[in-house]
Structure formats: structure tokens, C-alpha cells
T-cell receptor
Framework: SQKIEQNSEALNIQEGKTATLTCNYT??????LQWYRQDPGRGPVFLLL?????KEKRKERLKVTFDTTLKQSLFHITASQPADSATYLC??????????FGTGTKLQVIP | GAVVSQHPSWVICKSGTSVKIECRSL??????MFWYRQFPKQSLMLMAT?????????EQGVEKDKFLINHASLTLSTLTVTSAHPEDSSFYIC???????????FGSGTRLTVV
């Protein structure tokens, strides 16, 4: 069955450092993969989409890589800030317009 | 980008009653909307795909007679939880797809508590 794994339930990082979050997937061949941010009690907010033919994508302090051989995506936040503290969700394309989500990694940026 | 409004943001109801949740696309005509459910510390799980003017498509294991979906216009989809039970208590969220590179826009969610 299809499975999405995101590294650890919580990641603590010092302000100013680069946070790296991992998303591994099995039994998927996604044409694209999305990353979302979710704050407590709120709906997810779209951050980035990367396609299978793109190895890397950037948006301001965010960078996403997509390795279809390793079946892995890495999500980087450079110069992290306390305001970046949230849960980050990986969402590979599930086909048929469906978005399927990982359980998320909770990031805590410590001042 | 698309703006999605969801109402109510929270609701408490008695066991056995029905609750209706509205999802509105404020600036985008959505032929398709998606309904998700999220239990504490768990992933968002797709419940159903709401199709304007036709029947919703439910995911495996989701009871269509219990979770009634109506998508009567291009800007409004409703989810009605019928004969609610405490185990239906959850966070319900709707979404629309903005476009090929825009990802999905989600509503702010509805916290349902059945007592």
C-alpha cells in the first residue's frame, strides 16, 4: 500500500540555522509533490510544488528537492525564524486530482 | 489565489443530531472541492470529492449516507454529518485546487465535537 513517512514527530532547531525536513514515500510514482504548512487548529497552507522532472525548487527562504530514484523529497528552511514554527506536511500526488498527506513534521525554532 | 471560507469554525452538537458544514470558494469557481478529516496528531484523510451538479465520490470506508455532500453551485459545497456520534468528533477541512502550479487552497477547518 502507499505510504508517506516524514522524519520524526518534532524537530527543534536554533533560530538562524537551516531546518531540513525529510519526506519518503513508497508505492507511489507521483508526477509532483507538494509541501504545506499547518498551524494548530488551522487548515494547511500551500508552500511549494515540485514536479518529477524538477530536481530543485526555491521560494524565498524555502528550498525543496525531489529525488524520484530515492523516492524522497527534502524541504529546507534557511535562516529559520521562530515564526517558522509549525507542522510541515508532505503531499505526493496521489493521482486523479487527489492529494495525500504525510503525518507531518513539527518544527520548533528556538530563539 | 483562491480564497476558501469554511463555516462554522467550531460546533458542538448532541449525539444523534445532524450538523452541516459549509465550504465557499469566494473568488474562484470550483467544479470540484475536496473534504478531509483530521484526528489529533494524525494526517489529513481525504473523505470525498465533491462535484458540482453531480454526486460526490467517496473514499473507501467513508459512509456516504452518513456524510452527505451537496455541491449545488460552483462556489458552495456542504458536508452534513448525519446522526452524529462521539467518534465523529474531528477536524473537518475542505479544499479547492487553484491550478497546476498553485497547489490546493484549504478552508480554515471546522472543529466538530459530539457530546
Amino acid at each position: 500500500s502507499q505510504k508517506i513517512e516524514q522524519n520524526s514527530e518534532a524537530l527543534n532547531i536554533q533560530e538562524g540555522k537551516t531546518a531540513t525536513l525529510t519526506c519518503n514515500y513508497t508505492n507511489y510514482s507521483p508526477a509532483y509533490l507538494q509541501w504545506y504548512r499547518q498551524d494548530p487548529g488551522r487548515g494547511p497552507v500551500f508552500l511549494l510544488l515540485i514536479r518529477e522532472n524538477e530536481k530543485e525548487k526555491r521560494k524565498e527562504r524555502l528550498k525543496v528537492t525531489f529525488d524520484t530514484t530515492l523516492k524522497q523529497s527534502l524541504f529546507h528552511i534557511t535562516a529559520s525564524q521562530p515564526a517558522d514554527s509549525a507542522t510541515y506536511l508532505c503531499a505526493p500526488d496521489g493521482g486523479y486530482q487527489k492529494v495525500t498527506f504525510g503525518t507531518g513534521t513539527k518544527l520548533q525554532v528556538i530563539p | 489565489g483562491a480564497v476558501v471560507s469554511q463555516h462554522p469554525s467550531w460546533v458542538i452538537c448532541k449525539s444523534g443530531t445532524s450538523v452541516k458544514i459549509e465550504c465557499r470558494s469566494l473568488d474562484f469557481q470550483a467544479t470540484t472541492m475536496f473534504w478531509y478529516r483530521q484526528f489529533p496528531k494524525q494526517s489529513l484523510m481525504l473523505m470525498a470529492t465533491s462535484n458540482e451538479g453531480s454526486k460526490a465520490t467517496y473514499e473507501q470506508g467513508v459512509e456516504k449516507d452518513k456524510f452527505l455532500i451537496n455541491h449545488a453551485s460552483l462556489t458552495l459545497s456542504t458536508l452534513t454529518v448525519t446522526s452524529a456520534h462521539p467518534e465523529d468528533s474531528s477536524f473537518y477541512i475542505c479544499s479547492v485546487q487553484q491550478g497546476a502550479d498553485g497547489g490546493y487552497t484549504f478552508g480554515s477547518g471546522t472543529r466538530l465535537t459530539v457530546v
